[in-house]
């Protein structure tokens, strides 16, 4: 396995990390051709369930960063949780999560609400 | 006599209700150095409130600590990381000026996988290539902290056989100063949901590398995230009893153990809590005496 091979897999696994369809992402990015076969292989035999879990998982360690981050929604979250959660799913599938602090995720998610507005 | 410590968390309810637990149970406490930290309007790494108050518990009660971060990244390979983790480096300095960490740990595998936010430990292929990552991550830390590791991470997936996971461990942490943090909840968490026996995996695995064991709880997944059911590694409960008796089994077989950490994730300690953690690091305590 060269380094290139190891690059383009972690940005395969994250790019299906954060679809919409974590299991569906995985499913063609194990078959893709730029891979070689053994790390073809791997992401093929990759438990589904725990790929599914380790990309919610990846979702709720964002919301909590921006839970304490954003100093409007915990309030926005006690008044409409569904609302909120529906509008976090969007924000989740839209941009790719680059913020390790918490106050770097709200600012970014503030750019979101703003620039979804605009739209 | 192997002392026994507490993981600190950024979480004023936690450091309030165990006030006195912090101060009388812990011989040492374990800090996540990146979760003192902010990013400041220049782009600097900047301690955050938490922060103070630690150099204050510390500078009080005078006793040691370790550190124990998720967000270094090991065995990432991504160039997309690379700047990031020099300016973690630089901060991760500052920090041992003021805690002078007994030891640096991180989590085996990425948590920054292709360069972004995942935060997550997760799997890397068990290759000499990942390896090599690994310690070279561990070098870098190295210059900062002499003595470094890292965890058996709990990972919800594998890139390879997950009982080939202990001889990968360990070839990581063959080089001198290097050291393994073995993890008992994720040992017993993994076991669960990949099915395989965690005694098969202490059997493997290198223990005269161990030099912190770290005891904590969790949960199963709810029933409406779908799928089949998969313990969590969530830190949000006691310490399950098959821990404890892996716990019991494993530590005498550990000859350079230097301390063992209870770990309670933040926003989860409640007033009933308080008891309960109170006496799992007095178990601890009592399991290292016999």
């Given at each position: 396995?060269?380094?290139?091979?190891?690059?383009?897999?972690?940005?395969?696994?994250a790019?299906?990390?954060?679809?919409?369809?974590?299991?569906?992402?995985?499913?063609?990015?194990?078959?893709?051709?730029r891979?070689?076969?053994?790390s073809?292989d791997?992401?093929?035999?990759?438990?589904?369930?725990?790929?599914?879990?380790?990309?919610?998982?990846?979702?709720?360690?964002r919301?909590?960063?921006?839970?304490?981050?954003?100093?409007?929604?915990?309030?926005w979250?006690?008044?409409?949780a569904?609302?909120?959660?529906?509008?976090?799913?969007?924000?989740?599938?839209?941009?790719?999560?680059?913020?390790?602090?918490?106050?770097?995720?709200?600012?970014t998610?503030?750019?979101?609400?703003a620039a979804?507005?605009?739209? | 006599?192997?002392?026994?410590?507490?993981?600190?968390v950024?979480?004023?309810?936690?450091?309030?209700?165990?006030?006195?637990?912090?101060?009388?149970?812990?011989?040492?406490?374990?800090?996540?150095?990146?979760?003192?930290?902010?990013?400041?309007s220049?782009?600097?790494?900047?301690?955050?409130?938490?922060?103070?108050t630690?150099?204050?518990?510390?500078?009080?009660?005078?006793?040691?600590v370790v550190?124990?971060g998720?967000g270094?990244?090991?065995?990432?390979?991504?160039?997309?990381?690379?700047?990031?983790?020099?300016?973690?480096?630089?901060?991760i300095?500052?920090?041992?000026?003021?805690?002078h960490?007994?030891?640096?740990?991180d989590?085996?595998?990425?948590?920054?996988?292709?360069?972004?936010?995942?935060?997550?430990?997760?799997?890397?292929?068990?290759?000499?290539?990942?390896?090599?990552?690994?310690?070279?991550?561990?070098?870098?830390?190295?210059?900062?902290?002499?003595d470094?590791?890292?965890?058996?991470?709990?990972?919800?997936?594998?890139?390879?056989?997950?009982?080939?996971?202990?001889?990968?461990?360990?070839?990581?942490?063959?080089?001198?100063?290097?050291?393994?943090?073995?993890?008992?909840?994720?040992?017993?968490?993994?076991?669960?949901?990949?099915?395989f026996?965690?005694?098969?995996?202490l059997?493997?695995?290198?223990?005269?590398?161990v030099?912190?064991?770290?005891?904590?709880?969790?949960?199963?997944?709810?029933?409406?995230?779908?799928?089949?059911?998969?313990?969590?590694?969530?830190?949000?409960?006691?310490?399950p009893?098959?821990?404890?008796?892996?716990?019991?089994?494993?530590?005498?077989?550990?000859?350079?153990?230097?301390?063992?950490?209870?770990?309670?994730?933040?926003?989860?300690?409640?007033?009933p809590d308080?008891?309960?953690?109170?006496?799992?690091?007095?178990?601890?305590?009592?399991?290292?005496?016999?």
């Open positions: 396995m060269t380094i290139d091979d190891d690059v383009l897999c972690e940005e395969l696994l790019t299906a990390l954060t679809a919409i369809d974590p299991c569906a992402a995985l499913r063609i990015a194990a078959r893709d051709a891979l070689s076969q053994a073809r791997r992401l093929a035999a990759i438990d589904e369930d725990g790929f599914r879990i380790s990309a919610l998982l990846v979702a709720r360690l919301f909590e960063r921006l839970l304490h981050g954003h100093p409007d929604v915990p309030d979250l006690d008044r409409d569904v609302g909120f959660t529906e509008t976090f799913r969007r924000y989740h599938a839209a941009v790719p999560p680059t913020a390790f602090f918490p106050p770097d995720e709200a600012r998610f503030a750019a979101w609400i979804t507005r605009l739209d | 006599m192997i002392p026994v410590g507490l993981s600190l950024p979480d004023v309810v936690f450091l309030d209700l165990l006030h006195d637990v912090i101060r009388d149970e812990a011989d040492y406490y374990e800090l996540a150095p990146e979760t003192l930290w902010f990013r400041s220049s782009g600097a790494l900047e301690p955050n409130g938490f922060h103070r630690f150099r204050e518990l510390v500078d009080a009660t005078r006793k040691p550190a124990h998720v270094f990244s090991v065995g990432g390979a991504s160039e997309a990381d690379a700047a990031r983790r020099t300016s973690w480096l630089e901060r300095r500052l920090d041992h000026e003021v805690f960490f007994g030891w640096y740990t989590h085996v595998g990425v948590s920054a996988l292709g360069g972004l936010a995942t935060t997550l430990p997760l799997a890397t292929p068990m290759t000499d290539a990942a390896v090599m990552r690994t310690r070279g991550a561990l070098e870098a830390l190295q210059r900062i902290v002499p470094v590791g890292v965890e058996n991470s709990v990972f919800y997936f594998h890139l390879g056989d997950p009982l080939d996971e202990p001889a990968f461990l360990g070839r990581v942490v063959a080089g001198p100063r290097c050291h393994l943090l073995l993890d008992l909840h994720n040992v017993y968490t993994t076991a669960l949901n990949a099915g026996d965690p005694h098969a995996y059997a493997r695995l290198p223990l005269d590398a030099i912190e064991i770290h005891l904590s709880g969790g949960r199963d997944s709810p029933a409406a995230w779908g799928g089949r059911s998969m313990r969590l590694d969530s830190h949000d409960t006691a310490v009893e098959p821990v404890w008796a892996l716990f019991d089994e494993v530590w005498p077989r550990c000859p350079n153990l230097r301390g063992v950490t209870l770990e309670r994730m933040e926003d989860t300690v409640t007033v308080v008891a309960v953690i109170r006496a799992e690091l007095r178990r601890a305590r009592e399991a290292l005496r016999r």
